[in-house]
């Protein structure tokens, strides 16, 4: 099965931050991965799709990049509302996550 | 509006079983593969099961595999999740889910509200 690795587990930052998540496949998965954000108490919701893709209704200061084992997740300009923890899924072979990265106001 | 709905969670002792259901409404349920996710106690998100739209392709994570068995009932739009053997380590809130295909890619786009699956004695 494919593993996948995010790191990193948590980072503290300030609002208007460029942050910057990293996830990493243990095989090749192409572009076949997403990424969902989760706030306390709710089920996540859907970011970016196809690696890069922007999922309707979401800010363009969500952007994902990549391809093969190397994926990354970038907030240009973190806001209030972005304080999260962030998942990506690999949909190559099955629908693994990663570990998850807990965004933390700093 | 697309809803999914779960049910069936509880207590249950170590060894027991559960069988999870999620009713579906708002879409054509027979058109898309459904998925269940666990999230343990302050934990990530973990993909148990899939199932294609007919049911003719099931998937399982490894520590389920022998112990869960996905199931639909296209025509009472529902989905299932019967739960043997259960452990410590299966508790968590189970989400049902909807699958869907953008730009030749799986994504999660409806989850339920979640349902608790508590093992322990």
């Known amino acids: 099965d494919i593993q996948m690795t995010q790191s990193p587990s948590s980072l503290s930052a300030s609002v208007r931050d460029r942050v910057t998540i990293t996830c990493r496949a243990s095989q090749s998965i192409r572009k076949s991965l997403n990424w969902y954000q989760q706030k306390p108490g709710k089920a996540p919701k859907l970011l970016i799709y196809?690696?890069?893709s922007l999922q309707s209704g979401v800010p363009s200061r969500f952007s994902g990049s990549g391809s093969g084992t190397d994926f990354t997740l970038t907030i240009s300009s973190l806001q209030p509302e972005d304080f999260a923890t962030y998942y990506c899924?690999?949909?190559?072979?099955?629908?693994?996550f990663g570990g998850g990265t807990k965004v933390e106001i700093k | 509006q697309v809803q999914l709905a779960e049910s069936g969670g509880g207590l249950v002792e170590p060894g027991g079983s559960l069988r999870l259901s999620c009713a579906a409404s708002g879409f054509i349920f027979s058109d898309f593969y459904m998925t269940w996710i666990r999230q343990a106690p302050g934990k990530g998100l973990e993909w148990v099961s899939y199932i294609s739209s007919r049911g003719s392709s099931i998937y399982y994570t490894d520590s389920v595999k022998g112990r869960f068995t996905i199931s639909r009932d296209n025509a009472k739009n529902s989905l299932y999740l019967q739960m043997n053997s259960l452990r410590a380590d299966d508790t968590a809130v189970y989400y049902c889910?909807?699958?869907?295909?953008?730009?030749?890619?799986?994504?999660?786009?409806?989850w339920g509200q979640g349902t608790l699956v508590t093992v322990s004695s």
């Open positions: 899924q690999e949909t190559f072979t099955t629908l693994t």
């Open positions: 196809a690696t890069s």
């Open positions: 889910a909807r699958v869907n295909a953008q730009l030749g890619v799986d994504i999660i786009d409806h």
